[in-house]
């Protein structure tokens, strides 16, 4: 008896002890719950050993190419998505119409570089419409000296097939929800392409941020030209010593939130508000859970 057919066997066995009635309604039912599960540890652990192939460098020509199918299928399939319509439980505030357009435009450009959908990706989204496409126009920030930066910057990496491509940052998901969150702290309930644009200028170990000091667009030009354009956080009264007032409170190095009332962790050269805290463990919870998902299904498998 050949592997296929004992593999067969053990999994007629397995559901006729999950049945544990001899009613032929009953095996067919824990039959096809059972084939419903195995189908679905059978995609996990694909899905798994996909992002191990990439992570490894081959391409998804490479990928495509041994799971039978396109470049384009396997990537569609496979490759992580820019997805930002929901959001923890904090319920963020919601994109705006151009700030889903512009969210699109990077995944498309994260798309052609072959990569993860990284900060560099984010700002040549941004150029696509809205208020942020206006000041990184009167900046002088454009889409051909954004991928000339991002050649000279960010570090390039050859592919089995030859071709060589840009390493970003892979963080354009999380500075997609910082900027909602940044929104909603802000008093507004949608999020817009002003906002992200202040994240990433924000942001000194960015991808963006690198490529926008080298292009003679520091943050400090860009909150300029976005102040009026952000209300500031609002602030809550306090009872009595109307006069005095606290000075020397510093912004948040992650979501520029400046607010005196919310908890600050120091340290050396930044600090970090308690929303972006929180943020940052559910980013690794949600990671940690998902490759322990992984871990057990193949082991379920294998068992």
Request: hydrophobic share 40%; aromatic share 2%.
């Amino acid at each position: 008896m050949d592997s296929a057919a004992l593999n067969t066997q053990a999994m007629i066995e397995t559901v006729a002890e999950r049945a544990a009635s001899a009613d032929p309604l009953v095996l067919l039912e824990t039959a096809v719950g059972f084939a419903a599960l195995a189908g679905t540890a059978a995609d996990a652990v694909v899905d798994h050993y996909v992002r191990a192939a990439r992570e490894a460098g081959l391409s998804w020509t490479d990928i495509g190419d041994r799971l039978g199918v396109s470049k384009q299928a396997a990537r569609q399939r496979y490759a992580p998505r820019l997805e930002v319509s929901g959001g923890p439980a904090t319920e963020p505030a919601a994109m705006a119409p151009r700030l889903t357009a512009c969210v699109n435009a990077a995944q498309q450009a994260a798309d052609a570089d072959d990569s993860l959908p990284g900060t560099q990706h984010l700002l040549l989204g941004l150029l696509e419409v809205g208020i942020a496409a206006g000041v990184l126009d009167r900046l002088g920030v454009t889409r051909d000296n954004v991928r000339e930066a991002a050649g000279r910057l960010l570090q390039p990496r050859t592919g089995p097939d030859g071709e060589s491509r840009i390493v970003g940052d892979g963080e354009a998901y999380d500075n997609v929800m910082r900027a909602r969150r940044f929104a909603a702290g802000r008093g507004q309930n949608q999020a817009r392409t002003e906002h992200l644009l202040w994240i990433l200028a924000a942001d000194p170990g960015s991808s963006a941020r690198r490529i926008l000091d080298d292009l003679g667009a520091p943050a400090t030009q860009i909150r300029q030209e976005l102040d009026d354009r952000i209300p500031p956080p609002a602030r809550p009264r306090r009872a009595g010593k109307l006069g005095k007032r606290r000075t020397g409170v510093r912004a948040c190095s992650f979501c520029g939130c400046a607010d005196r009332h919310r908890a600050m962790v120091h340290g050396p050269g930044v600090q970090i508000c308690g929303e972006c805290v929180a943020l940052a463990g559910e980013i690794i919870t949600s990671r940690h859970d998902q490759a322990s998902r992984d871990l057990e299904t193949g082991r379920r498998l294998i068992g």
